[in-house]
């Protein structure tokens, strides 16, 4: 239990340097495929490695570029979002109200109605007896003086983005520091993967050199089959959301599309994540609540039927896990890391699970996890 404490305290303390890593590493299982499809070409390890590398950075920017011309847009009608949440909110109270009094004049006889309404129409009538007998009464006012010019100094007043950038500069900057290691230590795992697997198979001797092998080999085929699962599942929600949302007239299609679709990908809460992005790209246009329904209501349908008919197919047949195990995973490396947390839990408790399976002793913890 001890050992379990502190090896939960340098996960805590630690983790902005160890989900680098772990990122880094991820991301090399998946580009190994590659890697070796060019190294058939009779290219060596070393260049392959940064080819593929660039080729990424080529895509994350070009994906970046058109997420920012897109940004940029809805930037600039930032003012025209806050103006129409207004103009929706009253609509739509109006029509809470209009139906609250709907279902009051069905359910209250309409004898009652009468009397109330006698009652208020009294009640007002006496209000403005009293107005008028205290206007007759009391004393002409005196003319009012314009109040004193005081001096007024205007404080620049910065946006509450803005605001927050500038109070967790710090946390910002460790993070961009962190991600900037992530294309090399990518490139490096790759390029120099044959000297760290077997120098890392060198540490065990004898049988459990085979099995610390096995074990490599399981989870970089796990996470290879987790991450592209989930990338083809996401991609094909990313292109049924870009056509409905391009059908249906949303502004800034091309980026709410992608980013509903992914974040529909997020465990248990990604149908609400992914109902956030049109719902704001759509406030410029329509009016009509119903509107919203339509497009709530199908972003979810889409949701319900990648995860219960898509997901099990291209990503639940490969981790292997029971739903109770994904469960505590979520929670425990939600409750550690936050939001990457959440995005890692399932290839991490995944690779712990493979760990389990490979060692002889801990194969009961294994078949604990596994479905």
């Not at 129409?84 to 069905?106: C, F, H, P």
Request: glycine share 8%; proline share 6%.
């Amino acid at each position: 239990m001890f050992t379990f404490g502190v090896l939960t305290a340098l996960l805590y303390f630690g983790r902005l340097f160890i989900v680098t890593l772990l990122l880094s590493i991820f991301i090399a299982f998946i580009l190994e495929p590659i890697v070796n499809l060019f190294m058939r070409l009779r290219l060596p390890r070393g260049f392959a490695s940064f080819l593929v590398c660039s080729l990424a950075l080529v895509v994350i920017y070009s994906g970046a570029l058109l997420a920012y011309s897109q940004a940029a847009g809805i930037w600039e009608e930032l003012p025209t979002y806050s103006q129409r949440i207004s103009q929706i909110t009253e609509k739509v109270l109006v029509e809470v109200e209009g139906a609250e009094k709907a279902v009051n004049d069905l359910l209250t006889p309409r004898r009652f109605r009468d009397q109330e309404r006698y009652a208020q129409q009294q009640a007002e009538a006496q209000k403005q007896q009293v107005t008028r007998r205290r206007r007759a009464t009391d004393p002409p006012m005196a003319p009012l003086l314009p109040p004193p010019v005081q001096e007024v100094r205007i404080k620049a007043e910065r946006s509450p983005v803005v605001e927050y950038l500038y109070e967790n500069w710090h946390q910002f900057y460790d993070i961009l520091l962190m991600a900037s290691f992530v294309p090399f230590l990518v490139y490096f795992m790759l390029s120099w993967r044959d000297h760290f697997v077997h120098n890392f198979l060198r540490v065990f001797q004898g049988e459990s050199r085979g099995i610390a092998a096995a074990t490599l080999d399981g989870i970089a085929r796990m996470a290879r089959a987790y991450v592209v699962g989930n990338f083809i599942l996401g991609l094909l929600l990313a292109l049924v959301s870009m056509g409905f949302f391009w059908i249906v007239k949303v502004p800034y299609w091309l980026i709410a599309g992608p980013v509903s679709g992914f974040l529909s990908l997020v465990p248990y809460i990604g149908m609400p994540l992914a109902i956030i992005p049109p719902f704001l790209a759509a406030l410029t246009v329509y009016d009509n609540v119903a509107d919203y329904l339509v497009i709530g209501t199908t972003v979810a349908f889409f949701h319900l039927l990648a995860l219960n008919l898509l997901y099990p197919k291209l990503v639940g047949s490969r981790v292997h896990l029971n739903p109770l195990a994904v469960t505590v995973g979520l929670m425990f490396w939600g409750f550690l890391w936050g939001g990457i947390g959440l995005v890692l839990a399932i290839p991490l408790t995944a690779s712990i699970k493979a760990v389990c399976d490979h060692v002889p002793g801990l194969s009961g913890y294994g078949r604990l996890m596994g479905d």
